[in-house]
């Protein structure tokens, strides 16, 4: 009865020790300093006793500002720290560990941001995913932001603050790379705010937009949030996008990866696209696209008809053919001419394929233009997505997202969520083979796994289990990264989100 109760532990189990303390820790009859001893060597987190160390080393420095001696001292144990983790990543997988990462207004804090920085170094972290764009904001100083959106602190007295820039510094100091992390379609609420925002965000062909659709999309979190999606066919979008992206590269980071590269997803029957309605191909700049790849002018007004009325009837078809006798069947991009003229539901299905190959586009086409000035500097670009994003679903669904991740370049870095939850491995592995098995050869794939170490978080398992997991089923993946640092300890993340600068 009490064994039956319990969480089914993965069915990889492929070192009978290690399966023996997961088995322990699933139970929670480990203390934290038990649950900690079971962590796998890979892992390279230091001990209790180093962390101490370190941020009494610190404490003195920050305490003693101007003392050459303490701030030596500092540094010197920063760069022991450092050098250890390079060792202890070069011998164990993965090579590469990442931590995703969310700064606040007192991070500005003196000392903050060296805090923040060793316990990322000592829990084995050797690459950090910094969040520089999401709701609406931005991680530069407010007296430097030439782009469309506020600054993350812009509390007065700081304005030449760069959190960006100091968080790259402090990274770097510890052997760690840190990467901008950036929203790309999801230009957040006060965008919308903007008095020429109505000619940009993506529209349903009901009218909609992101924010007044009836189920927003839900985050990893749970909560509801006000997403608001931009058409990427936009020019005053792209470029919006490409002066940020301009903006936050000055600050040279190690590589860029960009999220949200996608349209919006609601809830219950919003979740599948099945109609052209349910397109967010309706703003102005989207249509315009979708017209143009029309190639004589019955095709172009069989498209005009299609999303104006969801459907082309034998009437349409016929009044069409004789509004433009000249054209002897309609022709778009993606069509071969045929001999016969086609029939109304075929022809209607050519339409349903050419409105999901125009959605999917806007996507690649925006992705492009954001990725060309990284890889100009010559840094990593990665491309942050949902492995069931781009599902078919039944004869003619598609996953209300359509999130073309199968045709993002090879030569990008692949980051798929592997966030789904379902009482085991099961689900998580399923999503990352699925991504193996589509991905070219040659394709750089960085799994990210959402929890934490040693204990279910939101439903997740603990890190170890997926980390073992992955390492036995992939082997070849050398670089993983973990959602997110607010999770390692919420209590401190609480106190660092809702601190006030005075």
């Known amino acids: 009865m009490f064994i039956n109760s319990l969480r089914v532990l993965p069915s990889l189990c492929f070192r009978s020790f290690l399966c023996c303390n997961l088995g322990v820790v699933a139970l929670g009859l480990l203390s934290p300093m038990r649950i900690r001893a079971a962590l796998p060597p890979s892992s390279c987190q230091v001990s209790d006793d180093t962390i101490a160390r370190l941020s009494t080393f610190r404490q003195v420095a920050i305490q003693g500002e101007d003392d050459a001696i303490a701030q030596t001292e500092y540094r010197d144990q920063q760069r022991q720290l450092a050098d250890q983790l390079r060792t202890c990543r070069n011998q164990n997988w993965p090579q590469t560990q990442a931590i995703w990462l969310r700064l606040y207004p007192c991070d500005v804090r003196p000392g903050k941001l060296d805090e923040i920085f060793d316990r990322i170094l000592s829990k084995g972290y050797n690459q950090v995913y910094l969040e520089v764009f999401s709701d609406g904001q931005v991680l530069l100083p407010s007296q ?73 999309d839900i985050t990893t979190t749970g909560a509801a949030s006000n997403e608001t999606f931009v058409d990427p066919y936009s020019p005053q979008a792209q470029r919006d996008y490409y002066t940020l992206v301009q903006a936050i590269l000055k600050r040279q980071p190690d590589g860029v990866l960009f999220d949200y590269v996608r349209y919006p997803r609601g809830v219950g029957s919003a979740t599948i696209a099945s109609k052209v309605q349910d397109l967010w191909l309706y703003g102005g700049a989207s249509q315009e696209a979708l017209s143009s790849r029309a190639q004589n002018s019955r095709g172009r007004e069989l498209i005009r008809r299609y999303l104006a009325q969801g459907f082309v009837s034998a009437t349409d078809a016929t009044a069409i053919a ?11 991009e993606g069509q071969t001419p045929t001999t016969t003229p086609s029939t109304n539901e075929p022809l209607q299905s050519q339409l349903w394929r050419l409105s999901i190959a125009h959605a999917f586009q806007g996507v690649l086409d925006f992705l492009a233009m954001a990725t060309l000035p990284v890889q100009q500097r010559g840094i990593p670009a990665g491309a942050v997505f949902f492995p069931d994003g ?113």
Request: hydrophobic content about 40%; glycine content about 6%; overall charge neutral.
């Open 144 to 216: 430097d932001n030439a782009t469309a959106w506020s600054s993350v602190l812009w509390q007065p007295g700081y304005e030449k603050q760069d959190l960006l820039a100091e968080a790259i510094a402090k990274g770097r100091a510890r052997g760690i790379k840190v990467y901008s992390w950036m929203f790309a379609l999801n230009f957040g609420y006060t965008y919308s705010l903007r008095p020429d925002a109505a000619q940009v965000l993506a529209r349903n062909g009901r009218g909609q937009t992101s924010l007044s659709f009836g189920s927003p």
């Open 390 to 502: 781009n599902q078919t679903i039944g004869a003619q669904g598609y996953d209300a997202r359509l999130q073309p991740w199968d045709q993002f370049p090879s030569a990008m870095e692949w980051h798929p969520m592997a966030y789904s939850t379902c009482g085991d491995m099961s689900c998580i592995v399923a999503e990352i083979q699925r991504v193996m098995a589509k991905a070219p050869p040659g394709t750089q794939i960085i799994p990210a796994l959402a929890g934490t170490w040693g204990a279910w978080f939101n439903e997740h398992p603990p890190l170890e289990w997926q980390m073992l997991t992955l390492q036995q089923m992939s082997p070849q993946i050398n670089a993983v990264s973990h959602f997110a640092f607010s999770w390692q300890d919420e209590a401190y993340e609480r106190d660092r989100k809702t601190c006030r600068l005075r």
């Open 322 to 332: 004789s509004q433009y006798p000249q054209d002897k069947e309609p022709l778009w």
